[in-house]
């Protein structure tokens, strides 16, 4: 079974470009998060998905920040214009759905961001 | 809120030596607790869980145990090996929250 699948898995960009990042979860999978890392922290949450409905999205910064999840499976998460703090791994993760991420998420590999 | 806090690191040992990694939490709710482990260059990586108190968590040699008197969730492992060099971070679910909450993460270090 394929993993949680993220693209690219390194970017870099000059600020205020526009940046996209891709993300399949596991199939059959219903939830969908995107969580930012800074260096030397701990993850997190930006937005949570329950199939194509955004149903947590208190912590993106909806400025410069938008996510879409069409059809309920794969996710894009977008950023324009970047900024030099915006510089993290992004990461997708999925779970079967809210209460099935009780067992834990899967996550993908995240993309580097280096905005320069 | 929900909260996590780790032990800071780096934290390295030689190998063979005896982890432990702290890992305390307020949450409101009853919360599953995690250990996940992000090895270089890659994602996290679900090691153990637990999802009540007195539950012990294992995996890879790797133990833990939920203590709701303490808050408290250490990671242990008897004998570390170079490969178990990684970050690994505590975390916790709630159903009203239905998010991992993460800690900042501990380096560990193993050297021969």
């Known amino acids: 079974e394929a993993g949680v699948v993220q693209s690219p898995r390194y970017k870099i960009i000059e600020k205020k470009q526009p940046v996209a990042f891709w993300c399949n979860p596991i199939?059959?999978?219903?939830?969908l998060y995107w969580y930012r890392q800074n260096l030397g922290q701990g993850p997190e949450l930006l937005i949570r998905?329950?199939?194509?409905?955004?149903?947590?999205d208190s912590q993106l910064p909806k400025d410069r920040f938008s996510a879409e999840r069409l059809k309920g499976v794969d996710s894009t998460l977008k950023i324009q214009p970047a900024e030099l703090g915006d510089s993290a791994v992004y990461l997708c993760?999925?779970?079967?759905?809210?209460?099935?991420?009780?067992?834990?998420?899967?996550f993908g590999s995240g993309t580097r961001l280096t905005v320069v | 809120g929900n909260s996590v806090t780790q032990m800071e690191g780096p934290v390295t040992l030689s190998e063979e030596a005896f982890l432990t990694i702290n890992c305390t939490y307020t949450?409101?709710?009853?919360?599953?607790l995690f250990w996940y482990v992000q090895y270089p260059g890659e994602g996290l990586q679900l090691l153990l869980k637990?999802?009540?108190?007195?539950d012990k968590g294992s995996n890879k040699g790797f133990e833990a145990t939920y203590r709701k008197e303490t808050t408290s969730f250490h990671l242990e492992k008897g004998s570390v090996q170079v490969s178990d060099s990684a970050v690994y971070f505590c975390?916790?679910?709630?159903?009203?929250?239905?998010?991992?909450?993460f800690g900042t993460g501990t380096r560990l270090q193993v050297t021969l």
């Open positions: 637990a999802t009540k108190a007195d």
């Open positions: 975390a916790l679910l709630t159903g009203t929250a239905s998010k991992l909450t």
């Open positions: 998905y329950e199939n194509e409905e955004a149903v947590d």
């Open positions: 949450a409101t709710g009853y919360p599953s």
């Open positions: 199939s059959g999978h219903n939830t």
């Open positions: 993760a999925s779970s079967l759905d809210e209460w099935q991420g009780f067992g834990g998420y899967t």
